[in-house]
């Protein structure tokens, strides 16, 4: 430690006082077919045999699949979104631009085993490369992040247990999008049956793993039929996901059965077997807020044994810390407080710093339900700053609606520093555009000294079906790779994680079209692009910050799969390369 400098020394006292925090616990059909404006160009992928033509119109899945490739290849010469529109609706990567003349062509399709009466008739679709490129190559968006890799001196990270699964979610779920492309190129026989195509990468692969990318192919095959509205077939593919897939089974096993599951309930909606007050009552039933006060034993269980919120916790305390150094009184005002494990860092922190003491800590915490348990964790607070003698106050500040929050009611004072945290609040208003609008400008009203800010890096807001089916496949199956890596098979606050947040997520953004689509979620470049319109700037997270999250994953058995990178002045956590969170920091100019 004697190469450290002296200001990542201090920051070391965040991660020697953790152990005290552990007291705490289609939007109408897409509102008509897409725009055939996205034309296949012949010389687009080089990777793709030519003698057959792979893009047939009905091969939305495989289109999708390949279409990451040349997204990605894209995104550094196009400009992020910047309207609300985009933000809002369909807010996923830049449209591909070809930059060679584009070729059109138009097959011919017949509509088949529609289960919604549709007359059989003959289609004439516009064929699309960036539509088949999706899978394929969905892990070189990731793998070649905006950012660096992070890399501080004097932290050095353990190495991962062998579990015995060689091959991560995200691989898997590629190679099984390269062999439904290639069987689709290549017009083999149906997914269920054993002569599907393996490309020259899947020889040498255990019998677990190849049994694993075969079900995620027919989960793929059974996408694409549902997307087609080809009921009867997507029925029977889903039947065969079904008996090989369990809830307690491998992670790739349970993620196929959650997906499956939602695959289901949407053929089940489209047929009209439900209603749709039955149905909105299921999606009714996932409530962010309810979901992180709720079930104390599993999110805590969650919070210790996986890495992703302690990292983005105490890089996040670190950026604040900094940033009130000389304040002696300061005013935490916090959206979504959960169980208030961020805010006890933040106070031991603060009573540990060098210099002066403070003399006041105030914290309200915002909510628009859950009183009761906010209130609990008031009172857990104000005991625990009792117990290490910080002069310190807790208000609770309920509203029946966003639109009712004002700064009148936060009761500022112009002695203290004005802090604000929001974790994962922004998102769970991408659907509610007043509110989004609404409270950004509250919040600038409130003019804090900084915002520190921890989103969820997923990028599935698009209302094309697939295009949201396959995003969420990849992000929601490193958190199963992770949960296989951090938390045995039978641990039972495993399970209930994996049921009571990962589940009605994925119903959400699977079954749900339209206003009935209330979870969306955008990357780090979307809201750039959103905040620069209240004349926001983003603060650089200091080395200091780095330094706190690698120390972090260094606690954790599996912390060599957490990968921590920069994009730009933020940092993303993520899982084996795939984004999961990103921990920001901002002010007004």
């Given at each position: 430690?004697?190469?450290?400098?002296?200001?990542?020394?201090?920051?070391?006292?965040?991660?020697?006082?953790?152990?005290?925090?552990?007291?705490?616990?289609?939007?109408?059909?897409?509102?008509?077919?897409?725009?055939?404006?996205?034309?296949?160009?012949?010389?687009?992928?080089?990777?793709?045999?030519?003698?057959?033509?792979?893009?047939?119109?009905?091969?939305?899945?495989?289109?999708?699949?390949?279409?990451?490739?040349?997204?990605?290849?894209?995104?550094?010469?196009?400009?992020?979104?910047?309207?609300?529109?985009?933000?809002?609706?369909?807010?996923?990567?830049?449209?591909?631009?070809?930059?060679?003349?584009?070729?059109?062509?138009?097959?011919?399709?017949?509509?088949?085993?529609?289960?919604?009466?549709?007359?059989?008739?003959?289609?004439?679709?516009?064929?699309?490369?960036?539509?088949?490129?999706?899978?394929?190559?969905?892990?070189?968006?990731?793998?070649?992040?905006?950012?660096?890799?992070?890399?501080?001196?004097?932290?050095?990270?353990?190495?991962?247990?062998?579990?015995?699964?060689?091959?991560?979610?995200?691989?898997?779920?590629?190679?099984?999008?390269?062999?439904?492309?290639?069987?689709?190129?290549?017009?083999?026989?149906?997914?269920?049956?054993?002569?599907?195509?393996?490309?020259?990468?899947?020889?040498?692969?255990?019998?677990?793993?190849?049994?694993?990318?075969?079900?995620?192919?027919?989960?793929?095959?059974?996408?694409?039929?549902?997307?087609?509205?080809?009921?009867?077939?997507?029925?029977?593919?889903?039947?065969?996901?079904?008996?090989?897939?369990?809830?307690?089974?491998?992670?790739?096993?349970?993620?196929?059965?959650?997906?499956?599951?939602?695959?289901?309930?949407?053929?089940?909606?489209?047929?009209?077997?439900?209603?749709?007050?039955?149905?909105?009552?299921?999606?009714?039933?996932?409530?962010?807020?309810?979901?992180?006060?709720?079930?104390?034993?599993?999110?805590?269980?969650?919070?210790?044994?996986?890495?992703?919120?302690?990292?983005?916790?105490?890089?996040?305390?670190?950026?604040?810390?900094?940033?009130?150094?000389?304040?002696?009184?300061?005013?935490?005002?916090?959206?979504?407080?959960?169980?208030?494990?961020?805010?006890?860092?933040?106070?031991?922190?603060?009573?540990?710093?060098?210099?002066?003491?403070?003399?006041?800590?105030?914290?309200t915490a915002i909510g628009t339900k859950s009183k009761e348990r906010i209130e609990e964790t008031g009172k857990r607070l104000m005991n625990f700053a009792e117990s290490v003698k910080l002069p310190f106050s807790f208000n609770a500040v309920m509203v029946a609606d966003m639109l009712d929050l004002n700064?009148?009611?936060?009761?500022?004072?112009?002695?203290?520093?004005?802090?604000?945290?929001?974790?994962?609040?922004?998102?769970?208003?991408?659907?509610?555009?007043?509110?989004?609008?609404?409270?950004?400008r509250v919040i600038r009203n409130i003019n804090p000294s900084i915002m520190v800010m921890i989103e969820n890096e997923g990028n599935y807001n698009s209302s094309v079906f697939v295009k949201r089916f396959v995003e969420a496949l990849f992000y929601y199956g490193a958190f199963f790779d992770c949960m296989?890596?951090?938390?045995?098979?039978?641990?039972?606050?495993?399970?209930?994680?994996?049921?009571?947040?990962?589940?009605?997520?994925?119903?959400?953004?699977?079954?749900?079209?339209?206003?009935?689509?209330?979870?969306?979620?955008?990357?780090?470049?979307?809201?750039?692009?959103?905040?620069?319109?209240?004349?926001?700037?983003?603060?650089?997270?200091?080395?200091?910050?780095?330094?706190?999250?690698?120390?972090?994953?260094?606690?954790?058995?599996?912390?060599?799969?957490?990968?921590?990178?920069?994009d730009g002045k933020c940092l993303i956590i993520g899982w084996k390369g795939t984004p999961i969170h990103s921990l920001s920091a901002w002010k007004f100019v």
């Open positions: 430690m004697s190469n450290i400098p002296s200001k990542q020394l201090n920051s070391c006292k965040l991660v020697e006082l953790n152990s005290s925090s552990e007291h705490f616990e289609s939007e109408s059909e897409e509102r008509g077919k897409r725009k055939e404006h996205n034309d296949f160009n012949r010389a687009g992928d080089r990777s793709v045999s030519m003698d057959v033509n792979p893009f047939r119109s009905d091969n939305a899945i495989g289109k999708e699949i390949l279409s990451h490739i040349h997204e990605e290849r894209q995104m550094k010469s196009l400009s992020p979104f910047g309207s609300l529109e985009d933000l809002y609706y369909d807010a996923i990567s830049p449209p591909f631009q070809s930059c060679q003349e584009d070729i059109t062509k138009v097959v011919t399709v017949k509509s088949e085993d529609s289960e919604l009466g549709e007359p059989q008739k003959l289609k004439s679709e516009k064929l699309n490369l960036e539509s088949l490129s999706l899978l394929k190559n969905y892990g070189y968006r990731f793998r070649h992040l905006k950012g660096q890799k992070i890399e501080v001196g004097g932290c050095s990270l353990k190495q991962t247990k062998d579990n015995g699964h060689k091959l991560s979610i995200d691989a898997i779920i590629r190679l099984a999008g390269e062999s439904f492309i290639r069987s689709s190129i290549l017009k083999c026989n149906d997914p269920l049956e054993d002569s599907y195509v393996f490309s020259n990468k899947l020889l040498g692969i255990s019998a677990e793993d190849s049994k694993d990318i075969k079900l995620v192919e027919i989960l793929l095959a059974s996408a694409e039929k549902v997307g087609q509205k080809k009921f009867r077939r997507a029925r029977k593919l889903l039947s065969r996901c079904c008996e090989c897939s369990s809830e307690k089974g491998n992670p790739c096993e349970r993620l196929v059965h959650y997906f499956c599951a939602a695959l289901s309930e949407k053929i089940d909606h489209h047929i009209g077997r439900e209603t749709s007050k039955t149905f909105q009552k299921k999606l009714q039933l996932f409530d962010f807020e309810d979901a992180v006060m709720s079930q104390k034993s599993a999110n805590l269980a969650f919070h210790k044994e996986v890495p992703f919120s302690q990292v983005s916790q105490f890089a996040g305390v670190q950026a604040i810390i900094e940033h009130v150094a000389e304040a002696n009184k300061v005013h935490i005002i916090d959206f979504v407080i959960m169980n208030g494990s961020n805010c006890i860092v933040l106070m031991q922190a603060l009573v540990t710093r060098d210099g002066k003491p403070i003399e006041h800590l105030r914290i700064e009148n009611i936060l009761n500022l004072n112009a002695e203290e520093v004005v802090v604000v945290q929001s974790s994962y609040l922004f998102s769970t208003m991408i659907a509610k555009s007043d509110r989004l609008e609404y409270v950004m296989e890596d951090c938390m045995e098979r039978s641990n039972q606050n495993r399970l209930l994680v994996e049921l009571i947040h990962f589940s009605p997520a994925i119903q959400n953004i699977v079954v749900a079209e339209g206003k009935e689509r209330t979870l969306r979620q955008v990357d780090m470049s979307v809201w750039r692009s959103f905040f620069k319109r209240f004349a926001m700037v983003e603060l650089e997270l200091s080395k200091s910050s780095l330094y706190q999250a690698s120390l972090i994953v260094n606690k954790f058995a599996c912390g060599s799969s957490c990968t921590l990178d920069r």
